[in-house]
């Protein structure tokens, strides 16, 4: 009930062209959907996030789909550049401690994405 | 300083030994987390605190020691450790700390310390 199931774990993709990663949880008291992007040496990072009402957020060339009924969500690079190779990681999260006052996030594995020149 | 900052990097330490990690946040936030990041294995939330108070233990051995004076740092405190405590320790912050309710309440991560266990 609490997991994140993430895939693929490693991905390649050639410069230019779309990167996809999917996210599955079973939860439905999750409310808040974030990615995080994550390079060598480097703690994770926000790339962009969603919530359960809306189902597609894009910023620039990243793109979060998101099907409620399906308890799925994924994260599109459009136009992928070397420079987007880093460790991705889903996440779900819901209101935590006395009142929602924090929120508890749980994290996918994980997907490594090189992006060939 | 910006962000979050995490000391040392890097520690080698001794099943024996008792070391401690430093976190500082300079973001004005209320909200402190540890997290365990291993090869291959989801972020593990090891620790909340929010206004200084601990809202979340994780079931964490013991040998792991939190303590967080203030709002802007976080220590983690190790003692008697085991080689598969071998791992990356996260910190983060979010400004979420009062009743607001809500959600988007976005985690800060540092870059970590790379923590071996000989």
């Known amino acids: 009930q609490q997991q994140v199931k993430q895939s693929p774990q490693s991905l390649i993709v050639q410069k230019g062209g779309i990167s996809i990663i999917n996210c599955a949880y079973e939860n439905t008291a999750f409310d808040y959907f974030p990615w995080y992007q994550q390079f060598p040496g480097k703690g994770p990072a926000l790339l962009i996030a969603?919530?359960?009402?809306?189902s597609e957020k894009k910023e620039g060339r990243f793109t979060i789909s998101f099907n409620k009924s399906a308890k799925q969500f994924s994260l599109h690079i459009m136009d992928s550049q070397p420079g987007d190779s880093a460790t991705y990681f889903c996440a779900a999260s819901k209101p935590a401690g006395i009142g929602g006052a924090t929120n508890k996030l749980i994290f996918g594995t994980g997907t490594l994405l090189a992006v060939q020149p | 300083e910006t962000g979050v900052t995490q000391t040392p990097r890097h520690l080698v330490m001794g099943m024996t030994n008792k070391k401690s990690l430093k976190c500082e946040q300079h973001l004005g936030h209320n909200a402190m987390y540890w997290y365990k990041q291993s090869a291959k294995k989801p972020l593990e939330l090891m620790f909340v605190?929010?206004?200084?108070?601990?809202?979340e233990n994780n079931s964490v051995p013991s040998r792991f020691s939190p303590e967080c004076p203030n709002s802007s740092h976080l220590f983690l405190h190790l003692h008697t450790l085991q080689p598969e405590d071998s791992a990356l320790y996260l910190c983060?912050?979010?400004?979420?700390?009062?009743?607001?309710?809500?959600?988007?309440?976005?985690?800060?991560f540092g870059p970590g310390t790379r923590l071996t266990v000989l």
């Open positions: 983060a912050s979010s400004r979420r700390g009062g009743f607001a309710g809500g959600y988007g309440d976005t985690q800060y």
């Open positions: 605190y929010n206004f200084k108070e601990q809202t």
């Open positions: 969603i919530r359960p009402d809306v």
